[in-house]
């Protein structure tokens, strides 16, 4: 069964170094989004993206956040410098269409611990 | 701010119960319902979608839908001890950009007990 994949599964890094997350959707997907979830808490939307751009994003994805598919099978987040606060669980997903409402598979998630 | 409201648990129920899990959200202009599971140091995994008011069931799972009174359910019929978990209820709700942001509630805790 098709499955949404992430790396790295953990990722340790300094205060203000810049970080990328991997992910590669379902392979006949073309909806794509990030979320994070901070230990304890729930599930929050970062962007999504279609088309080659992102179609919506939260107050969460400030400046210091980029979203990338540099090929026809990778998605990527960039945090730039990254904060303390930054530390959480992120989540990709994926979509097969907006039809019916865009039921989304999740990919394990990377595990961002900033030091 | 557009919320969606689970109660936080845990709810406790023995094996073979029926287990009833509730979500109420706030953005009336909301379209589609999910009802997804997360174990512990998991990713969600997607158990059902609803979009029209009333029940729709997919094997020991129903869920259903009350858009007058903004209110999602889940049903869970002989519940297993696997079926201990996080349940999230996921609802999208419309977005300034024209399009929809999925909005998650904090999930109920349920504890199945043999």
């Known amino acids: 069964e098709p499955e949404v994949t992430q790396t790295p599964s953990h990722q340790v890094t300094q205060m203000g170094q810049e970080v990328i997350l991997r992910c590669v959707p379902i392979s006949n997907h073309l909806y794509f989004y990030w979320y994070r979830q901070i230990l304890g808490q729930k599930v929050e939307f970062l962007v999504s993206?279609?088309?080659?751009?992102?179609?919506?994003k939260s107050e969460i994805f400030d400046d210091q956040f980029s979203v990338e598919r540099p090929d026809g099978s990778n998605f990527t987040l960039k945090i730039r410098s990254t904060k303390l606060e930054d530390s959480a669980m992120y989540f990709c997903?994926?979509?097969?269409?907006?039809?019916?409402?865009?039921?989304?598979?999740f990919g394990p998630g990377t595990r961002l611990t900033v030091t | 701010q557009k919320e969606v409201e689970q109660n936080s648990g845990p709810l406790s129920v023995p094996e073979g119960a029926i287990a009833s899990l509730n979500c109420t959200y706030s953005?009336?202009?909301?379209?589609?319902f999910f009802w997804y599971r997360q174990y512990s140091g998991k990713s969600p995994e997607l158990i059902m979608s609803i979009y029209s008011n009333g029940d729709k069931e997919d094997g020991r799972f129903t869920a259903q839908l009350n858009k007058a009174s903004q209110y999602v359910s889940l049903l869970i019929r002989d519940s297993q001890p696997s079926d201990s978990a996080t349940y999230l209820c996921?609802?999208?709700?419309?977005?300034?950009?024209?399009?929809?942001?999925?909005?998650f509630g904090r999930g109920t805790s349920l504890i199945v007990h043999p």
């Open positions: 997903a994926s979509s097969g269409s907006l039809a019916g409402g865009g039921e989304q598979y």
């Open positions: 996921a609802v999208k709700r419309p977005a300034s950009g024209g399009s929809y942001i999925p909005t």
């Open positions: 953005d009336r202009g909301s379209q589609s």
């Open positions: 993206f279609y088309n080659n751009e992102i179609s919506e």
